[in-house]
Every structure is written in structure tokens, then in C-alpha cells.
T-cell receptor
């Protein structure tokens, strides 16, 4: 597609439920990143996929968080047993390299 | 890993010039990027400096000094639409960007 597409744009879930967030990167971009942004804060790195290499999961805050990327394209970020502190905007980006990420519009997750 | 420091907020009037400084501490540093984010929007890429010196793109310029671990974003001829948050981001040999906390720029008439 023309840009990075994320869905849903907004998600309200009850504490303890699992959620899945989807990212469809720009076609041909080999690198895909997930970041988290809390209100008024900077961007916190979560996970990075590059081609067929093993993902860099060093930013995942707990084992409740996981992500996969199928066929080198679409990625899904899964948060199990959501907690209120998981409430944030989850941003996906794709790129050819480390200069010039293109971000999606994000998924605003609210855990109630 | 990396850490990047930038001011939390800057206010200026239309037509003015604003400089947003960014200092970084990093290992395996490759380059410094700048992103703009309007309220409720996605961050958008502005510029990237891998080499020392000034890169100019229209009203925005970005500077890097690797020896000083320092860079800045210069916004000239400020317009109301430039009110946004601006993030510096460092790239390194682990192929991911580390972002500063962001600088909120408010442009007043």
C-alpha cells in the first residue's frame, strides 16, 4: 500500500483480556518496528523485524507481549492478560534502513 | 543502547527561528534523525544526518557534530502549522532508532 496501515485505530478492552494489533507495512520494506507511546511521552522501542532474521525482542516489557511477522509483510502484536499500564498508542513503522521510518497512525489502546 | 536529551518545550512567535538541541550518548552511533508529530498524528520523518555538518530542507535544517555528540533542528520562518512535537532519534549498529522524549514547539501569532 501507499503507507503503513494499522488496525484497529482504537481499542478499548477490559483488564485481563488479550488483544491483537495489526500492522501492514509499505510493500517492499524489509524492516518493521513496533513502538509504544504513552501520553505526552517519547517513543519506546518494543520489537524489530528485519527480513527473515530473528526479531530483536529486547524492548518487549514483559512476556505478556509477543509479535510475529508473517511472510515478511503483515505483523501482529499480541498483548495477553492486559493491564491498565498497557494503555498507550502502539505505533508500527517500516523502512529500508534506519533513516526515514514511515509510521502508521497507531492503535490507541485503552485498558479499563 | 542510547539516551538522547532534548528540551521539553519551546514557544516562539510566527516568523521567528527556533533551534532544538539534542545531545546523545550512544554506542555504535550511525546517525541522527528528526521526526515531527502533530497532536494525535503519526510521527513523520524530517531529516537524517550521518555526517557532520548542516543539512537543509526548505525551512528546516538539521546539524550534527559527532565529536560533540550533539545535533540540532533549526526551524525558520515559523508558521502556526509548525506547532507540534519534535523528536530526535539516534540510529546505531543494532538497526533500531532510540527516540528522545520530544520537544513541544508552540507557535504564537
Amino acid at each position: 500500500g501507499a503507507g503503513v496501515s494499522q488496525s484497529p485505530s482504537n481499542k478499548v478492552t477490559e483488564k485481563g483480556k488479550d488483544v491483537e494489533l495489526r500492522c501492514d507495512p509499505i510493500s517492499g520494506h524489509t524492516a518493521l518496528y513496533w513502538y509504544r507511546q504513552s501520553l505526552g511521552q517519547g517513543l519506546e522501542f518494543l520489537i524489530y523485524f528485519q527480513g527473515n532474521s530473528a526479531p530483536d525482542k529486547s524492548g518487549l516489557p514483559s512476556d505478556r507481549f509477543s509479535a510475529e511477522r508473517t511472510g515478511g509483510s503483515v505483523s501482529t502484536l499480541t498483548i495477553q492478560r492486559t493491564q491498565q499500564e498497557d494503555s498507550a498508542v502502539y505505533l508500527c513503522a517500516s523502512s529500508f534502513g534506519t533513516a526515514g521510518y514511515t509510521f502508521g497512525s497507531g492503535t490507541r489502546l485503552t485498558v479499563v | 543502547g542510547q539516551s538522547l536529551e532534548q528540551p521539553s518545550e519551546v514557544t516562539a512567535v510566527e516568523g521567528a527561528i527556533v533551534q532544538i538541541n539534542c545531545t546523545y550518548q550512544t554506542s555504535g552511533f550511525y546517525g541522527l534523525s528528526w521526526y515531527q508529530q502533530h497532536d494525535g498524528g503519526a510521527p513523520t520523518f524530517l531529516s537524517y544526518n550521518a555526517l557532520d555538518g548542516l543539512e537543509e530542507t526548505g525551512r528546516f535544517s538539521s546539524f550534527l557534530s559527532r565529536s560533540d555528540s550533539y545535533g540540532y533542528l533549526l526551524l525558520q520562518e515559523l508558521q502556526m502549522k509548525d506547532s507540534a512535537s519534535y523528536f530526535c532519534a539516534g540510529s546505531s549498529n543494532d538497526y533500531k532508532l532510540s527516540f528522545g522524549a520530544g520537544t513541544t514547539v508552540t507557535v504564537r501569532a
